[in-house]
């Protein structure tokens, strides 16, 4: 029987034990996703929310922690918070059980397992959060002008991804393409990948401008990413390179010469110190060609060694390079012997290196000239003013060649410039206005001849072409150069003035260019520009250069943002690129920026007195004027505001528009001016304006007070009269009494006269002037008696006069000779 009791006991207490823990461990609750995803440099939030069995939570008994990997990055409990750069927690949240992490501008290396953990002492509970990142990977196809009828590749470039698994397919018109690998696998220093595709496509993938598209497949993408073109068929360039020296001068000239091209943008680039871009232009065959001069300093010490031209072109793969080897040349001697004035003497460098030209003459006749080639003509940038060097380059001649030189004039009337038969220096003057030079060298049997053709182009004349034709033994080549070479640039000047509306008419004149054609485009805007309409008119002048007005009109009121801007570029073959002129309203050449006058004062300053000062601005648009006055105390440097108040009125300025559209007003102060205040201060007015940098100011200059004296009491006591005069300033005063007697006339002074100065508190004065008016033998006399008190001060134009009467013992007070009343007894 006990055995039975105790199981039963022991069952009991079992169940009781399970109860028990049952209840502490549902005291707290976790909860938190296993998973959570982001992109990358995004902000994210790692959820983990937690709940207690009888809430409110109490803090005391609560601390939060969260890891990554092993590592604690924040920690949270009733002494606070300690946490790292980028992650946040809401602790409003924490008390309600919110205890989410978040995580802002996430990184590759933020991948990993989070952990977050609650302790409600006593229990404690955690949950892990696998954080993975994505990057969304760049497709760019690089889209290559493809050569008709031929096999080419095709490069897929995927950037910034993440995961390092991506799938690259090839679509043409839609449907997979099979030839295409995988380039090498590559991690950018963020963490994330790059890696390249490859395609090679068949002459019959590319017929027909088939579109082709490169698709991207990755994890963190939904449906695939792709990037493609529909292809386009183009002609590569042809280039050569020629090298010439210059009589006279140190500097050596390379022409790197890009020809048959298509389509238009071609890149020439020289790897060595610089480089010289000269305009495209467009030749018989349809094909571009462009040249690219560059010169060689010897001075600057780079003068041995391989230059390279590289030529970049949308049809090639890899840019076409062609290099030459500079040597220093020590024959100059011989160049500096011919030295003609005007001419430029081009000596030919390049060295064509290979088989001999006996052999090919041998064994093919027919190659015989192939590689006779003559360059485009090419004009010289290195002169300065208006002359030109022309000149073209012939080389591997198995004969020396000859060259003929012709200019086409306006009149169709051909002239041709031989050059000399004779051997020697090769080189000739013909005419005063063209010169010819020709350098010959020989390597190997085989010649090579740069001729320059110098000359001042007169725009009258010579408006067609030049030609440049070698003939080497017996075949010849002609190279033809239109006259646009004429190239003359535009001289600017700019005109603003307003319109009755109040626009802003912008004139920008271009005078004695050429040729005509010209693009004038106008902008404006703060920041970014916005395209402006323009209307322009040509004129041609004598000389047949050209002049041409734009004008432009702009909203007048867009000048009250400082940063406002106009622009206007031009587009002329004379110049490398576009020409830009930038205006805004605080530029010096703004023609309406205001102008101040000085400051009116008053002609005295008054004590207690209004005071008022005036300050006229004019000439100025658009009407956004600012004015303020400041104020300084005497001997101070420190400057005030001004602001309306009992002491000061500012009265609102009218602003008036004026005949030429600009705006004036007078702006003023209003003080209830104080002697000790005022006494020495000064007032500043400031002119804030769009077109002003610094806002203008005018002052005052240091101020000074005048009070004028006012009779404030007379009063009598006995034989005196006693008078007050108050409020004047300076203390300066003199008070003088006269009297008479019987009639108003033989006046003495009287000298028994007391004053008494008080200062005021506001710095002014105070005077009691007490006249003994009566003497004892006064006193015998029965007559009447007059008095007159004479008050001076500098406020006083003239003296201030007071007269009394004293009749039968009383003072009475005169004006104009009548009796007013008896003076109060004091
Ligand atoms: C927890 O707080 C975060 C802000 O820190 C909030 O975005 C989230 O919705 C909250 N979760 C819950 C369950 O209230
Ligand atoms: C995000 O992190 C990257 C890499 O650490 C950094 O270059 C970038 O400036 C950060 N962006 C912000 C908004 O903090
Ligand atoms: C992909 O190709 C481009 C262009 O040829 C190259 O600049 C880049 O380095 C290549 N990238 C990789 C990852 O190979
Ligand atoms: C220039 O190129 C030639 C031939 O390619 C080479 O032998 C020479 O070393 C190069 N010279 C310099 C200075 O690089």
Avoid at 14 to 35: D, G
Avoid at 350 to 357: C, E, S
Avoid at 377 to 406: F, N
Avoid at 812 to 822: A, D, F, M, V, W
Wanted: a neutral charge.
């Amino acid at each position: 029987m006990e055995y039975c009791v105790t199981g039963k006991v022991l069952g009991f207490l079992y169940f009781f034990l399970l109860l028990l823990l049952q209840q502490q461990c549902s005291a707290l609750e976790v909860t938190a996703p296993s998973s959570q995803s982001s992109l990358i440099g995004r902000d994210v939030l790692l959820p983990c929310t937690f709940r207690v069995d009888n809430p409110p939570v109490n803090p005391k008994f609560l601390a939060l922690l969260w890891h990554f990997g092993d590592k604690e990055i924040l920690r949270y409990d009733n002494k606070g918070k300690v946490s790292s750069p980028r992650l946040s927690i809401d602790e409003k949240l924490i008390l309600e059980g919110n205890a989410s992490l978040s995580l802002s501008n996430v990184t590759i290396s933020d991948r990993g397992t989070y952990r977050c953990s609650v302790i409600y002492s006593p229990n404690t509970q955690h949950k892990e959060i696998r954080l993975h990142i994505h990057a969304v990977p760049e497709v760019v196809v690089a889209k290559r002008i493809l050569l008709k009828n031929q096999g080419t590749s095709l490069q897929c470039s995927v950037t910034d991804f993440y995961p390092q698994s991506i799938t690259v397919t090839w679509l043409r018109n839609g449907k997979l393409l099979a030839n295409s690998a995988l380039g090498p696998l590559q991690r950018n220093a963020d963490g994330t990948f790059r890696q390249n595709s490859t395609l090679t496509l068949t002459p019959s993938d590319t017929l027909n401008n088939p579109e082709i598209v490169c698709q991207v497949q990755h994890e963190s993408l939904p449906t695939p990413r792709q990037d493609g073109y529909k292809v386009k068929y183009g002609v590569p360039p042809s280039v050569q390179v020629y090298s010439a020296k210059i009589n006279g001068r140190p500097e050596q000239v390379l022409v790197c010469e890009a020809s048959q091209f298509q389509p238009e943008p071609v890149q020439i680039k020289w790897i060595l110190n610089g480089k010289i871009a000269e305009d495209p232009r467009k030749s018989k065959d349809g094909g571009y060609k462009k040249g690219s001069y560059y010169l060689i300093n010897p001075t600057s010490g780079s003068q041995e060694g391989n230059i390279s031209c590289v030529v970049e072109h949308e049809t090639l793969l890899h840019p076409i390079t062609e290099t030459l080897q500079l040597r220093q040349e020590d024959d100059g001697a011989k160049y500096s012997a011919g030295n003609i004035a005007g001419a430029i003497f081009l000596t030919m460098l390049l060295t064509v290196a290979g088989i001999t030209a006996g052999l090919w003459f041998l064994i093919y006749k027919k190659k015989y000239f192939q590689r006779f080639r003559v360059s485009h003509i090419h004009r010289s940038q290195m002169l300065d003013g208006e002359k030109v060097t022309l000149y073209c380059v012939a080389s591997d001649c198995p004969k020396d060649p000859h060259v003929i030189w012709t200019v086409e004039e306006n009149d169709r009337k051909k002239m041709t410039e031989n050059e000399s038969q004779a051997e020697g220096e090769g080189n000739m003057l013909l005419g005063q206005e063209f010169s010819v030079r020709t350098d010959r060298t020989e390597t190997d049997g085989r010649h090579n001849v740069t001729s320059s053709l110098s000359f001042t182009p007169d725009l009258l004349k010579h408006k067609k072409s030049v030609f440049c034709k070698f003939v080497c033994d017996g075949r010849a080549k002609e190279e033809k150069l239109d006259c646009s070479f004429i190239l003359l640039k535009p001289k600017d000047s700019m005109k603003f003035s307003l319109s009755e509306s109040g626009e802003v008419l912008s004139c920008l004149t271009l005078r004695e260019f050429y040729p005509r054609d010209i693009q004038i485009r106008w902008s404006c805007g703060v920041g970014h520009y916005q395209q402006l309409e323009s209307n322009e008119t040509f004129t041609l002048n004598p000389n047949c250069t050209f002049n041409t007005e734009s004008k432009c009109i702009v909203p007048g009121h867009l000048f009250k943002d400082p940063g406002f801007k106009v622009r206007v570029t031009w587009n002329h073959q004379s110049n490398d690129g576009e020409e830009p002129r930038e205006f805004s309203a605080t530029d010096p050449e703004f023609p309406w920026h205001p102008q101040m006058g000085e400051i009116i004062n008053p002609d005295t300053l008054i004590h207690s007195k209004e005071g008022k000062f005036q300050c006229k601005i004019w000439g100025y648009f658009p009407d956004a004027l600012e004015v303020k006055w400041l104020r300084r105390e005497a001997g101070g440097q420190e400057l005030f505001s001004v602001c309306p108040s009992e002491k000061y009125k500012i009265p609102e300025m009218e602003q008036k528009r004026e005949a030429d559209g600009t705006f004036s007003c007078t702006v003023s102060l209003i003080v209830s001016v104080s002697a000790i205040t005022e006494q020495g201060a000064e007032f500043i007015c400031r002119v804030r304006h769009p077109s002003l940098g610094e806002p203008l100011e005018t002052s005052t200059g240091a101020l000074s007070v005048r009070g004028v004296p006012v009779v404030t009491n007379i009063t009598q006591k006995d034989r005196q009269i006693i008078m007050e005069i108050d409020q004047f300033y300076p203390q300066n005063i003199e008070i003088t009494w006269y009297k008479a007697v019987g009639k108003q006339k033989d006046y003495w002074m009287i000298s028994d006269v007391q004053n008494k100065l008080y200062p005021n508190s506001d710095d002014s004065y105070r005077l009691t002037s007490i006249c003994e008016g009566m003497d004892l033998v006064d006193k015998m006399n029965p007559s009447d008696f007059y008095f007159t008190s004479l008050v001076q001060h500098q406020t006083l134009n003239s003296p201030m006069k007071i007269e009394f009467l004293r009749e039968r013992g009383v003072y009475y007070l005169l004006s104009e000779g009548q009796k007013l009343n008896p003076l109060p007894k004091c």
